[in-house]
């Protein structure tokens, strides 16, 4: 173990506001914040090939051309790029990304955004058939949903993807106890494991994020939750799965604990909202999470991902019309008129939500359940592979998002070998894992087994080899294990400025 790890273990023990307070202090001398910003810098000139591949090969466009190339042209050349990047995906090497994949829905999807491609429904006197498909959307997924077994009049609204839904929903609970209570400085109670959307909510919306643990089968802890409630609370959240190790968390006894105590509860079902009541017709074991439990007063569901939509659209649904009202905006007194909108945006591409509602109404109940069923057989199969690998186990006792670990193994560098082989998985952290999120993509014939073989091949690299130089194993070890947060956070921001930068 080197010094730098050594160092890292002991921050590690300390208290982490005690070593964020260390870390500020640090920032405040110039030839540490000079240091950290030449690391940075050094470490991003090192990343940025592998950011813009196409630098050699495709003319840098930066300022708008003078007289612009042909339509034949341009399609040309983005035809070239975009077939540089389809096989991957198509093939199944991805984890989670592209959901369905099928080139028949694609092109069926393709012809819908060509009818739609200027509908703006900001502009419902002129698209009134696009308010159409977004009230069936929102009215097809609350009856999924359990919003036809509601004596509750369940009602929601689109959005364009699953961050935006959450997003809503906090900003939601806030508006309501700041009308309903008077209520300042609201807080949010929130699993480890729930999706960072939260955490990016709680900046934006100025809401105090207070988070809970997980259990030795990665569940939020109940007992935790309750202990976390508090007079402030505008919202407990449950994931239904949670997208790092796909496990449901107990959604009854979460918003059980809520509605006793008069407090709003949030599912995010963006990942499972269209997999987990196929699951349930079909058999599984599924524990409930919709808005058949009582206490559940909004959920957020993606079509972009297992409904099979075009990307850019997901769904958020509420218990009542009276709770969804504190997420519209209006202004009355505008020059530019009287203005109101459901969500963030204000112009909206009208033909994702055609596109999406055509998703749904083509493929139906049938065509759902199947696509499921599928998908839980060929994640059952890819299990079984895995758990014969005696280096690998699995975390918790997940449907489809499969995440792994190594006692033995840098896993990172698993993920690194399996890299070089084509597949491009999730790394996550805390514990240290990589994940596989099975889409329909790894139902084709050959996929769940090649992703077996090459997993048995690379932990058997891992194994016999020595660490090698390159990859990102030690940036992700690294990453999940520096205490220095906000060091981290300012490389995370450099990577952004790197993908701007031409
Ligand atoms: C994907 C996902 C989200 C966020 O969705 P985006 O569409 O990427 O904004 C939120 N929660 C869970 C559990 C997810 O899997």
């Known amino acids: 173990m080197d010094h730098m790890e050594l160092a890292f273990k002991h921050l590690n023990r300390l208290d982490p506001r005690l070593v964020s307070f260390l870390e500020k202090q640090l920032q405040r001398i110039p030839a540490v914040r000079r240091r950290i910003a030449a690391d940075t810098r050094a470490m991003m000139d090192e990343v940025a090939p592998a950011l813009k591949p196409y630098q050699e090969d495709f003319a840098t466009v930066a300022t708008i051309p003078d007289k612009g ?7 040309e050349t983005m035809g070239r790029l975009q077939a ?11 984890s989670g990304a592209v959901y369905h994949g099928d080139p028949d829905h694609i ?3 393709n012809r819908v955004y060509a009818l739609y491609s200027q509908a703006n429904p900001l502009h419902a006197d002129l698209w009134p058939s696009i308010t159409k498909f977004e009230a069936e959307i929102v009215a097809m997924t609350a009856a999924m949903l359990g919003g036809d077994d509601s004596r509750d009049p369940v009602c929601g609204t689109l959005s364009s993807g699953g961050t935006e839904s959450i997003l809503l929903a906090m900003k939601t609970y806030r508006d309501r106890a700041r009308a309903e209570k008077g209520l300042r400085r609201p807080e949010m109670v929130v699993p480890v494991t729930a999706h960072a959307a939260f955490d990016k909510a709680a900046e934006y919306f100025d809401i105090k994020i207070v988070k809970i643990p997980v259990d ?6 109940v007992r935790a939750a309750a202990r976390a409630l508090n007079r402030r609370t505008v919202v407990l959240v449950g994931s239904a799965p949670s997208f790092p190790h796909g496990m449901v968390d107990p959604i009854a006894e979460l918003s059980e604990l809520a509605r006793r105590r008069g407090v709003g509860f949030h599912t995010d079902a963006c990942l499972g909202g269209f997999v987990l009541p196929w699951a349930e017709a079909l058999g599984y074991d599924v524990p409930p999470f919709d808005f058949r439990l009582p206490g559940v007063t909004s959920l957020s569901v993606d079509t972009h991902k297992y409904g099979y939509a ?3 659209t997901s769904v958020v649904l509420y ?13 009355a007194d505008w020059p530019g008129g009287l203005y109101c909108s459901p969500t963030f945006a204000g112009s909206r591409p009208g033909a ?20 499921t069923r599928r998908i839980l057989e060929t994640a059952a199969d890819i299990k079984a592979g895995i758990r014969e690998i005696p280096d690998l186990y699995i975390l918790g006792d997940p449907l489809w998002v499969i995440a792994m670990a190594s006692r033995r193994l840098d896993i990172y560098r698993v993920m690194d070998v399996m890299g070089r082989k084509g597949w491009s998985l999730n790394g996550l952290h805390r514990p240290s894992c990589v994940h596989l999120c ?13 992703f077996i073989s090459d997993l048995k091949a690379a932990v058997k690299e891992v194994r016999q080899a020595p660490a090698t130089e390159g990859g990102m194993a030690p940036v992700y070890g690294l990453a999940a294990n520096l205490p220095l947060r906000g060091v981290v956070g300012g490389i995370l921001k450099a990577y952004v400025d790197a993908l701007y930068r031409l």
């Open 69 to 75: 190339p042909s339509h034949d042209e341009v399609l």
């Open 84 to 94: 540089l990047e389809t096989n991957r995906w198509q093939e199944g090497y991805a």
């Open 107 to 109: 092109a069926f999807l």
């Open 216 to 221: 030795r089968h990665y569940r939020a802890d």
């Open 310 to 312: 075009a990307k850019g």
């Open 319 to 331: 218990r009542t019309p009276a709770l969804r009202r504190y997420q519209y905006f209006t202004i």
């Open 352 to 371: 994702l939500s055609a596109a999406c509602w055509a998703a749904m109404v083509s493929i139906g109940q049938n065509g759902y359940r199947e696509a």
């Open 438 to 450: 099975v889409t329909l993509r790894h139902t084709q014939p050959g996929v769940a087994p090649r």
